[in-house]
């Protein structure tokens, strides 16, 4: 007897299999994008749909029902979420969240989902280079940069979204100054260069206050240096974004300026001195100033910047007095003939200087300005050739014309005050000075008309708007040095001020002239 061979049962056909499907369990060919949960019975069911090749299910169904065959349980985790892809990364941190405009400050970026990072920007601008750390920090060199950027994170998910918590802001930065030194007693014209240097507002060296700067590009500042002890101060810049770090870069030398011990007498009077500040070295121009005041005031003093100014730039100096005028005693002749003896001192001390005392440069201002116009053509009588140069900053070249001014009331009353007294008529324009000796002595001290024969060079300024020295002094100088030929260099500038309230605009076109003569 054939014993009976157990029979397997055949799975019910689908539509049975359709029927049997309960509203709380999830089939696997039933999966979409938006199911959580899977819910299966037993991990003989799995087998059963396994078998039917009539049966279509997803990869996400088949993982998981082989899972479950394999002994693993109930699964009630979320399995599309086994399958996505990592957030974009995110920074929450910049530190520090400062550096130099130059670069190369090390930084560490905290944030979220770093690992994997395959860009580091500052701006638009890559990290010099970077490297992972974690999925939460990064470390990395800033590249060149100005002003605030966003620090961003790329990974293979995307780039991290911008917002002020990764915020960097770069400082301006100085990297050369040019030139390194220059005297104690400031003037001295100094470029300095860096990059984020755009919006500036200060400019220091050490502690000091430039006397002016201009900003001539976002990597290019001019500066005047101010009055400062002897000694090694930095130079920094101040903009909106911050003041530049200290740099090995950014120094600038104050030198102690030398001068002779005391001050010698070029004559016999009281006031007949003058001060004497040597060239570093020998052969240099011999530099005559003498000071404004309109005739009545100030002294050797008033000068004393530009003297050690003009002295670090090359020159011999000798900064002069002069007897001054007063309501009982005029200017003239003395004045002229003071500037005129100090001058022959020079000449004859020059080498003591280190100066070559064939190359006599004067230089005035305002009423020191017609005096060493009127000694220049003394000088070419006396020794022809020896003053190379005069150079006038807001002198009065024609008395008369000047005169005429006054009584239009086109200068300041005090000026006006000065004048009558330097001619020798304080009781008023429209009397004594309209009478011998005043007239005589304006015109025969009036340089307009007495032009060297030899025609120095001459260098003029003056301003255009309401300049306590009426405009007219310059046209008429000029206009009278190039009837005779002579050489002639002018600037006319605007604004109220007067003289050497300007020397700050013109310094360095003067040392420049001076060297070329």
């Excluded at 961003?152 to 030194?181: I, N, Q």
């Excluded at 911050?242 to 016999?268: C, E, L, Q």
């Amino acid at each position: 007897m054939v014993a009976e061979q157990p029979q397997c049962a055949s799975l019910p056909p689908e539509e049975d299999l359709s029927e049997r499907r309960r509203p709380d369990r999830a089939w696997p060919d039933q999966f979409s994008a938006g199911d959580s949960r899977v819910l299966v019975g037993t991990s003989s069911l799995a087998g059963r749909i396994a078998s039917r090749a009539s049966v279509s299910v997803s990869l996400r169904a088949l993982v998981l029902v082989a899972l479950f065959s394999l002994g693993l349980g109930a699964l009630g985790s979320n399995v599309g979420s086994a399958y996505a892809l990592d957030p974009p990364p995110t920074v929450t941190k910049v530190t520090p969240s400062v550096g130099r405009g130059t670069g190369d400050t090390a930084v560490i970026i905290t944030g979220t989902n770093l690992k994997g990072a395959t860009a580091v920007r500052f701006g638009p601008t890559e990290a010099t280079r970077f490297k992972v750390k974690s999925p939460t920090r990064i470390t990395a060199r800033s590249p060149e940069g100005m002003g605030t950027v966003d620090v961003t994170v790329t990974t293979p998910e995307g780039t991290s979204a911008t917002g002020p918590a990764d915020h960097f802001v770069y400082l301006p930065a100085v990297t050369a100054v040019s030139p390194t030194s220059g005297p104690a007693g400031g003037g001295t014209t100094v470029t300095i260069t860096g990059v984020g240097l755009t919006g500036a507002a200060a400019v220091k060296f050490g502690s000091i206050k430039a006397t002016s700067f201009s900003v001539n590009s976002a990597t290019s500042v001019t500066a005047i240096s101010p009055a400062e002890a002897a000694g090694d101060l930095h130079v920094t810049v101040t903009t909106p974004q911050g003041t530049s770090p200290i740099m090995f870069r950014n120094h600038f030398k104050f030198s102690a300026v030398h001068r002779i011990a005391h001050d010698p007498r070029y004559g016999p009077e009281p006031e007949q001195v003058l001060r004497t500040y040597p060239a570093t070295q020998a052969g240099a121009p011999v530099c005559v100033l003498v000071h404004g005041g309109g005739w009545v005031a100030k002294s050797l003093m008033t000068l004393n910047a530009e003297a050690e100014q003009m002295q670090a730039h090359g020159c011999a100096v000798f900064n002069i007095d002069y007897r001054l005028a007063s309501p009982t005693v005029a200017a003239f002749p003395f004045q002229v003939e003071d500037t005129e003896s100090a001058i022959h001192y020079a000449i004859e001390h020059a080498a003591e200087a280190n100066g070559n005392p064939s190359n006599i440069i004067l230089l005035g201002t305002s009423a020191g300005g017609q005096l060493v116009a009127m000694a220049a053509d003394r000088m070419d009588a006396a020794k022809p050739g020896t003053v190379t140069a005069t150079i006038s900053l807001s002198g009065p070249m024609s008395l008369p014309k000047l005169l005429e001014s006054a009584r239009k009331g086109e200068t300041s009353k005090e000026f006006i005050k000065q004048m009558q007294e330097a001619l020798g008529c304080p009781d008023g324009l429209n009397t004594a000075c309209t009478e011998e000796p005043a007239v005589g002595l304006s015109e025969e001290f009036s340089p307009v008309l007495h032009i060297p024969s030899t025609c120095p060079g001459s260098w003029l300024m003056f301003n255009s708007t309401e300049e306590l020295m009426p405009l007219n002094q310059f046209t008429v100088m000029k206009e009278a040095l190039e009837a005779k030929g002579c050489t002639v260099q002018t600037r006319v500038l605007a604004g109220k001020k007067h003289a050497t309230e300007y020397w700050e605009l013109v310094a360095a076109e003067i040392f420049e002239y001076v060297k070329a003569h």
